[in-house]
C-alpha cells in the first residue's frame, strides 16, 4: 500500500468514525460528512492516473455535484433548526 492509498485511507476511517461517534452537534456531522466526500472525490480523481488510463472520468464530477447539494442540504437543515 503506497503513502497516497495510506492517506486516503486513513481520511475516510477517520471521517467515518468522528460521523459514528461525535453526532450530537449537526455541524460536526456536516464537516465529517463533507469530508468523507472529499477524500471519495480526491481518490476518484487520482485513481485513472494511477491506473494510467487514457480517458476522462465523469464519476469525479458527479461526486463533486453530489457533495455541493449534500452541502447545500445540510445548511439548510441548520438553519431551519435554529
Not at 36 to 48: E, G, T, V
Not at 52 to 59: A, E, G, R, V
Amino acid at each position: 500500500m503506497t503513502l497516497l492509498h495510506l492517506s486516503f485511507f486513513s481520511a475516510f476511517t477517520l471521517s467515518s468514525l468522528g460521523l459514528a461517534f461525535h453526532r450530537t452537534h449537526l455541524i460536526s456531522a456536516l464537516l465529517c460528512l463533507e469530508s468523507i466526500i472529499l477524500s471519495i472525490y480526491i481518490a476518484l480523481s487520482i485513481w485513472p492516473i494511477q491506473t494510467q488510463t487514457s480517458s476522462p472520468s465523469i464519476l469525479p464530477i458527479l461526486i463533486l455535484t453530489f457533495s455541493a447539494c449534500e452541502a447545500g442540504t445540510g445548511l439548510a437543515l441548520l438553519v431551519a433548526s435554529t
